[in-house]
């Protein structure tokens, strides 16, 4: 079974009331279920854009850009 993320408010009360995130990651591991909060702090691969977190330059514009530099060397 692959890793997933829930929101908290899909636990059992029980669980939901010692959680202190919003949400949790779900793993399981030899027929054991292991809940791990996650933090909103922690960074993502899932919105990064491009090369860089902040979105201003794709890969692809990065690849453009490296071509042309090649192109102006020789």
């Not at 929101?7 to 591991?29: G, M, S, Y």
């Not at 960074?43 to 071509?67: C, E, T």
């Amino acid at each position: 079974m692959s890793d997933m993320i829930l929101d908290i408010n899909r636990l059992p009360e029980a669980l939901f009331a010692r959680i202190t995130t919003a949400k949790v990651k779900i793993h399981e591991e030899g027929g054991s279920f292991i809940v791990t909060p996650v933090s909103e702090s922690e960074k993502s691969f899932d919105g990064l854009a491009g090369m860089f977190s902040d979105g201003k330059l794709s890969i692809d514009a990065f690849l453009a850009q490296k071509q042309l530099d090649k192109a102006n060397e020789q």
